[in-house]
């Protein structure tokens, strides 16, 4: 079965602390791994996606990285803002017949004090 | 100027009755879907519409039956609904299946069933 462990759970830091979340995952077979930001009340935003061959992806603040031989990613956050509290998501989508099934984490809720 | 708009934002209905969700992109894209988002926030993909083609339907009860009158619109009909579908349901777009932007997400319609 499919499924997509995030840890931390939840996550408290001062502003302007780095931190870094943790995907692991069972997916297969896999086709890409994508990070989600999700504010309260909203749908999910992408900040990166990686595919099988790809180890690094950054979006400003946002690095995500990706070890496909031991199937974990992480995601650092640098210089945290207020703004960055959000639900931090990680999927995974597996490649069936032609089309792309995701399987989501149930993500980790950080939350960045001033 | 939303790039992704469901109505209604908020549902509250009795076991047993039928309502829809509506969703429609103004984006262009192809490619649209419907999420679940459980009361653990759990998100997991319920339909995958490419160019009004249903491409993916993930286990989905038949008493959800989803609509697309054209590639950007994708309606949610539900039928005698039971309270454990009550969670938040998002609409998205994407322009293909591996779009290196990621899917768009409406802001979600929490349906309560009571």
């Known amino acids: 079965k499919n499924q997509v462990e995030q840890s931390p759970q939840s996550l408290i830091i001062l502003e302007g602390k780095n931190c870094t979340l943790q995907c692991n995952y069972t997916v297969s077979p896999f086709s890409n791994l994508r990070w989600y930001k999700q504010d309260t009340g909203r749908g999910p935003v992408s900040l990166t996606i990686m595919t099988f061959s790809e180890n690094t992806k950054s979006n400003g603040r946002y690095t995500a990285t990706l070890d496909a031989d031991t199937k974990q990613s992480s995601l650092h956050i640098t210089a945290s803002q207020l703004s960055d509290s959000a639900s931090y998501i990680c999927v995974v989508s597996e490649g069936r017949g032609g089309s792309y099934i995701p399987t989501f984490g149930r993500g980790t809720s950080l939350i960045v004090h001033p | 100027d939303t790039a992704v708009s469901q109505t209604p934002k908020y549902l509250v209905t009795q076991m047993g009755n039928d309502k829809s969700i509506k969703c429609e992109q103004n984006?262009?894209?192809?490619?649209m879907y419907w999420y679940k988002q459980d009361s653990k926030k759990f998100l997991k993909i319920m339909f995958s519409y490419n160019n009004k083609e249903l491409i993916i339907n993930e286990t989905v009860p038949n008493r959800f039956s989803p609509k697309s009158p054209d590639k950007a619109h994708l309606n949610l009909h539900i039928n005698s609904l039971e309270l454990g579908d009550s969670a938040v349901y998002f609409c998205?777009?994407?322009?293909?299946?591996?779009?290196?932007?990621?899917?768009?997400f409406g802001q979600g319609t929490r349906l309560t069933v009571v």
């Open positions: 998205a777009s994407s322009q293909g299946e591996r779009s290196a932007r990621g899917a768009f």
């Open positions: 984006l262009g894209h192809d490619t």
